[in-house]
């Protein structure tokens, strides 16, 4: 029986070759070249306007780069078919709307289309796979629920499933935890963080929360205003210094002896906390 959690096909690299972004005459990014490879799971991060959700549209082959390429084991994105891209990628977009009525359980149905036959139905094994990812994704109460009913965080998982549905190999999710409570944002990223160690999945999110992005990310994707895009793995990344120059905002780093947190400079800090870099 498939799961969720096995891809249809091998995890490919999606590389960038040199990539450009600009909007209007304003340059976002210029030169960036990088790979994504199995078993990484890479955080977008930076302040409103960079980029990211332009990035994110290259990468998953929906925007051609302003200069540059971006390719899936050497195979540039514009010449793969949709329905190749489709069992290779699963992206979901920064805001998701329904047009019409249907179930929780429908909806995450509509993850399985790559997989399925002419006559476009469903078997044994994709409801397996539909019903570990309503699981996967806290959803079992409301799989008999419209979707037009559900709350904004409710529809964001109901999104969420339909992506681990799809199986596909690269996931591409644009900022996926906005909408959801603290539990349900680490729900999520921890079945990114075990896809991505089980080493047959490559994963790129945007995030807002530098903290997240630091327990949970390998790599890291940091972009500013002036176009630098600094990249590697996270922790060489996300340092206090760094983050306050794309940020534009002074961040220190604090730690109670266990544990450490980026934080805004000027916010009051635990008792027992140092600052340990500004």
């Not at 799971?41 to 306007?49: E, I, K, S, T």
């Not at 399985?112 to 994704?137: C, E, N, Q, Y």
């Not at 904004?152 to 969420?160: S, T």
């Not at 999945?201 to 945007?206: D, E, G, N, P, Y």
């Amino acid at each position: 029986m498939t799961h969720w959690s096995e891809p249809a096909a091998a995890c490919p690299t999606l590389s960038l070759h040199d990539v450009s972004l600009r909007t209007g005459t304003r340059v976002l990014v210029d030169g960036l070249s990088l790979e994504i490879a199995p078993a990484q799971l890479w955080c977008v991060a930076g302040p409103n306007g960079v980029g990211k959700s332009t990035l994110m549209g290259v990468l998953s082959g929906l925007r051609r780069a302003d200069g540059g390429s971006a390719s899936l084991d050497g195979t540039p994105l514009e010449r793969l078919s949709p329905a190749t891209l489709a069992r290779q990628r699963a992206f979901l977009p920064q805001a998701v709307h329904d047009t019409f009525s249907m179930s929780v359980l429908d909806a995450v149905r509509v993850g399985r289309h790559p997989h399925l036959s002419g006559w476009g139905w469903t078997g044994r094994d994709d409801d397996a796979v539909v019903r570990a990812a309503i699981d996967a994704m806290d959803l079992e109460t409301l799989s008999a629920r419209d979707v037009l009913t559900l709350s904004g965080g409710e529809r964001q998982r109901a999104a969420l499933a339909a992506v681990l549905a799809q199986q596909a190999p690269l996931l591409l999710l644009d900022e996926p935890v906005s909408h959801l409570d603290l539990r349900h944002q680490i729900m999520v990223l921890e079945v990114l963080a075990s896809l991505a160690r089980a080493g047959r999945h490559a994963i790129v999110v945007i995030l807002h929360d530098l903290n997240l992005a630091r327990r949970y990310a390998t790599h890291a994707l940091l972009m500013s205003e002036d176009g630098t895009a600094l990249h590697g793995p996270a922790h060489q990344v996300l340092t206090p210094e760094q983050c306050s120059r794309a940020l534009r905002t002074p961040i220190v780093s604090v730690t109670d002896g266990l544990h450490t947190a980026l934080i805004p400079d000027g916010f009051p800090r635990p008792r027992a906390a140092t600052n340990e870099q500004s």
